[in-house]
């Protein structure tokens, strides 16, 4: 009857409800439920060097925590507000009237003083921060044992009253109606108690290399994790906050040179401004020079050599590295290249004791003696011959060579840095450090583009002990030569897993 089939129809769409109902939820529960049984996934590792003042120090890691992926506890957590530190004018922070009657030189002037003062007391809060909220917590947790936060925090302790000073001075002589008469006496008397940073500054290399290493630990990752969240930390991780003051040395010429211009002829500060520039200038160039030393002798420290044949006096009496970083060789091989003052020294980076090293992968190569050529995109040669192999175009690019022959013995490599910045680093750094090499060698004549010698009397062009043709019939091929690690005790696994932790951006800077 037709009820009968009414009740039935009924029924089948209820039941194709309830079906499709289903078929719509319960998926979504086990997508989400295996999204929580998902891991973090970790982003690629950054490797980045630094040699002098002007840049900031920091190291390649196998497992770089500054990019941290959330953890899982915490990524349906809210999302917390971040302290910002809000930029503070002398106009906006005293009273307007008293500005409407000074000239607009003189209001510069008053900012920059300002400003001078205003971040000595941002670095003060900084400093104080990195103790309160870093060093004490993981000291008191036992997350680092005091010796190991001694090194990485160096004397970090002692330029907070050392800035403290310099505020209080720059107070004192502030007038009720915020203005500054004179800062001159002041700096010139303050400034070269900033020799205090040589130790710290110099100590930098070797705490970046200890923090990034502690970093593996899952507690001290977890903790700076943590920080990182946080809204005090304002987005910095540890080493920002530790590379603070490195970058308030370098400022302060700035920041005096700034107060010099909107100074008067007339104003008895004129000149001692420029006294107090002159003061600060040595104290960074002296610095500078100490902590380029200290990262050269670190490392020098860290090299492990096969046989005693690569040791080379050149290494050894090098006292500046000019530049370092990581290139490839046409194989794809990665290795990192050292550019001392006197000899170039190609090594492959592997863990040995639990410490990053650097074993040589062949002889050193003396800079007076290297040859120099810039490839052109895709022209980089096996055997004198084109090289067809790469089906990748990015993979032809931003080569160049160096070749050194001596006696029977002769090295070439092509090698591949990341970027045509880069490359263009690389190439300005050897043909700087040759020509220092050669001047000082009292060899007249310059440098060639390719790094060649050019004799001034003759005008020929001199190769140096090699022809270029036999430049070219060196294979590339040398420099993928098995290496011999029975005198090392690290096996070829172990070396495979230090080249894949590689990050793929490299950057060379350079100590010039």
Not at 27 to 37: C, E, F
């Amino acid at each position: 009857s037709l009820p009968s089939v009414l009740r039935v129809f009924c029924c089948l769409f209820s039941l194709a409800l309830m079906l499709s109902f289903n078929k719509r939820v319960k998926p979504l529960s086990r997508v989400t439920s295996l999204a929580n049984l998902i891991p973090p996934v970790k982003a690629t590792p950054l490797k980045r060097f630094g040699q002098t003042l002007q840049r900031s120090i920091s190291f390649r890691s196998e497992s770089r925590p500054d990019i941290l992926a959330p953890r899982p506890w915490s990524r349906n957590a809210a999302p917390s507000s971040t302290k910002r530190r809000d930029s503070k004018l002398w106009s906006e922070t005293f009273d307007v009237c008293v500005n409407q009657m000074l000239t607009s030189k003189e209001i510069k002037r008053q900012e920059a003083i300002f400003e001078l003062s205003q971040g000595e007391e941002d670095l003060i809060e900084d400093l104080k921060l990195a103790k309160k909220a870093y060093h004490d917590p993981m000291l008191k947790l036992s997350i680092m044992t005091e010796q190991e936060l001694n090194q990485i925090f160096g004397t970090l302790d002692s330029l907070i009253p050392l800035h403290e000073e310099l505020l209080s001075q720059l107070r004192d002589v502030r007038k009720p109606d915020g203005s500054t008469e004179h800062v001159g006496p002041i700096l010139v008397g303050w400034l070269p108690c900033l020799s205090s940073y040589d130790s710290y500054c110099s100590n930098q290399v070797a705490a970046k290399a200890l923090l990034d290493h502690k970093k593996q630990d899952h507690r001290v990752q977890d903790f700076l994790q943590r920080c990182l969240e946080s809204p005090f930390s304002r987005k910095l991780d540890l080493w920002n906050f530790l590379d603070i003051p490195r970058s308030r040395l370098v400022k302060y010429p700035l920041l005096l040179r700034e107060i010099l211009r909107h100074t008067p002829n007339d104003n008895p500060d004129q000149q001692h401004l420029e006294e107090a520039i002159n003061i600060i200038q040595g104290i960074v160039a002296e610095i500078n020079t100490k902590t380029g030393e200290s990262e050269c002798r670190y490392y020098k420290e860290r090299l492990l050599y096969l046989e005693e044949g690569q040791k080379d006096s050149l290494i050894d009496s090098s006292r500046v590295l000019c530049c370092h970083g990581e290139l490839k060789n046409n194989r794809g091989v990665k290795l990192h290249v050292f550019l001392f003052q006197e000899v170039l020294v190609i090594t492959r980076a592997i863990t040995h004791n639990e410490q990053l090293c650097y074993q040589l992968y062949r002889q050193p190569i003396p800079v007076k003696d290297l040859l120099l050529e810039d490839l052109q995109d895709g022209e980089v040669r096996l055997g004198g011959s084109l090289r067809g192999a790469f089906s990748n175009n990015e993979r032809i690019k931003n080569f160049f060579r160096i070749s050194f022959k001596n006696g029977s013995q002769s090295q070439t490599h092509s090698l591949q840095a990341n970027d045509t910045f880069n490359k263009q680093q690389w190439l300005n750094c050897i043909r700087q450090a040759k020509e220092t090499v050669l001047s000082a060698a009292g060899q007249a004549g310059v440098l060639d583009s390719e790094g060649s010698f050019l004799n001034p009397t003759t005008g020929s062009r001199e190769l140096q002990g090699e022809t270029k043709l036999e430049q070219m019939d060196q294979s590339d091929s040398e420099s993928d030569c098995s290496m011999d690690t029975s005198e090392v005790s690290l096996d070829c696994e172990r070396m495979e897993q230090t080249d894949s932790s590689c990050g793929n951006s490299r950057h060379v800077e350079s100590n010039v």
